[in-house]
């Protein structure tokens, strides 16, 4: 029926931009080639609160890599476990590693105006002694050869600073039907992160925080991590920083050698993406009444396009219209196929795909939730409040 069509053309133009609009960073290249200036010193800073589960993997997988000159710098931002012992354990073995130190630094109280992650990363970066600056997470895996292929990339490119997408590790059912919403979610925004933005296009600037590699002068030019003080996503504010003062960054996909288990349980999720799915879309459009109305509209979206179909299938099914029922199948069967595919393409198995209305409807209260709480920040035993969605000023500073 020609209804049936027109009803379900909005599918496929959503489905066929994901498929033929998107367009992924390059690959970061496997070869290694010494930079003219030799291998460099590498400074590796990780914020780290409340790590313990994480921080003693990421250490160690840092120091077995293979590169010759690496410094490992773990600022403890006044942690509530046994981050900070965990690492002096660590340190203890390390001693006389050749190659490699790991120095444990005691975070000072937050100042005013300052968040937790950017305060403890400008701490790492003052005492850095490299002539590159990793900031990398905790929850973070790294190949052996990974700070190798950064560094020869990073020259090869003339860029000011890198910075990965990896593989994202998903062990619990939750984050295998959620995660992948998500960062499709994502996609609708970045849709071109090939080519290094112009100065006039910051707004379209990203990084992954998980992974920022600097240059030491441009980190040390930009005043380190005091441009984003008190941004909750800093790593996207500190992108458009960059892009905006006329800095290149660049951007590579690292699957291979890269990765990070972002949460492991339902309420981390939620938490989690709570405290940054909102205040990082405001960052990225121009104040005004569109800012308002996007995080409503992301909710909106979300049911029309994912939780509707099965919904209206019911129906149908229950309510014996089979025009609806059929139209329901129609839709239903393209988007598990979609999601099917995302799945596999993000290493889950592709069944998770048929169930990505439980997705849905989570990401859709993930959106919801951030909206309602609007500037109010709750992560890792601290509160804040910010200025968000609906607050006048940029989104994601202190207010």
């Known amino acids: 029926m020609i209804w ?27 070869t290694v080639a010494e930079p003219a200036g030799g291998w460099r010193r590498v400074s590796v800073v990780i914020p780290a609160r409340n790590e313990e589960r994480n921080i003693e993997r990421v250490v160690r997988m840092l120091a077995a890599n293979a590169y010759p000159d690496l410094e490992i710098i773990v600022v403890d931002d006044r942690s509530e476990d046994r981050t900070a012992d965990v690492v002096r354990g660590v340190a203890g073995e390390l001693a ?39 900031f990398t997470d905790a929850d973070t895996r790294h190949a052996p050869d990974l700070t190798r292929r950064v560094v020869a990339e990073l020259e090869r490119s003339d860029a000011d600073a890198l ?41 379209d600037a ?23 003080r008190g941004e909750v996503v800093e790593d996207m504010k500190m992108a458009q920083h960059l892009v905006k003062n006329g800095y290149a960054l660049e951007i590579r996909m690292a699957e291979d050698s890269f990765a990070t288990r972002m949460y492991e349980s339902l309420g981390e999720l939620v938490r989690g993406w709570s405290k940054n799915v909102i205040l990082g879309g405001m960052a990225t459009i121009p104040p005004g009444l569109l800012r308002r109305l996007a995080p409503a509209g ?12 099965p919904t209206l299938l019911a129906v149908g099914l229950l309510g014996g219209v089979e025009p609806l029922a059929k139209w329901g199948w129609i839709v239903v ?67």
């Open 4 to 30: 049936i069509a027109i009803a379900t053309l909005p599918w496929v133009l959503v489905l066929g931009f994901l498929v033929l609009g998107v367009r992924l960073p390059r690959r970061l290249p496997a």
């Open 206 to 228: 990203i990084a992954n925080g998980q992974y920022i590699f600097f240059r030491r002068d441009t980190y040390q030019a930009i005043g380190g991590h005091e441009p984003v």
């Open 298 to 309: 992301i909710f909106a979206g979300t049911v029309f396009l994912w939780l509707m179909p």
């Open 96 to 134: 006389g590693s050749s190659g490699v130190t790991l120095r444990l630094v005691e975070g000072d109280a937050l100042p005013d105006g300052w968040l937790g992650k950017p305060w403890a990363c400008q701490q790492g970066g003052r005492v850095a002694t490299g002539d590159y600056i990793l």
């Open 333 to 399: 069967g393209m988007s598990a196929v979609f999601w099917s595919a995302v799945s596999a393409r993000m290493g889950v198995n592709a069944i998770y795909g048929t169930v990505y209305p439980v997705g849905a409807a989570v990401g859709a209260w993930i959106y919801l939730r951030a909206w309602i709480r609007g500037g109010n920040v709750e992560w890792k035993g601290r509160t804040y409040r910010v200025r968000g969605v609906g607050d006048p000023g940029e989104p994601g500073g202190l207010g």
């Open 163 to 203: 910075s990965l997408a990896g593989r994202q590790l998903m062990e619990s059912f939750w984050e295998r039907v959620v995660q992948p919403q998500i960062f499709t979610s994502l996609l609708f925004r970045y849709t071109n992160n090939r080519d290094p933005h112009p100065p006039e296009k910051w707004r």
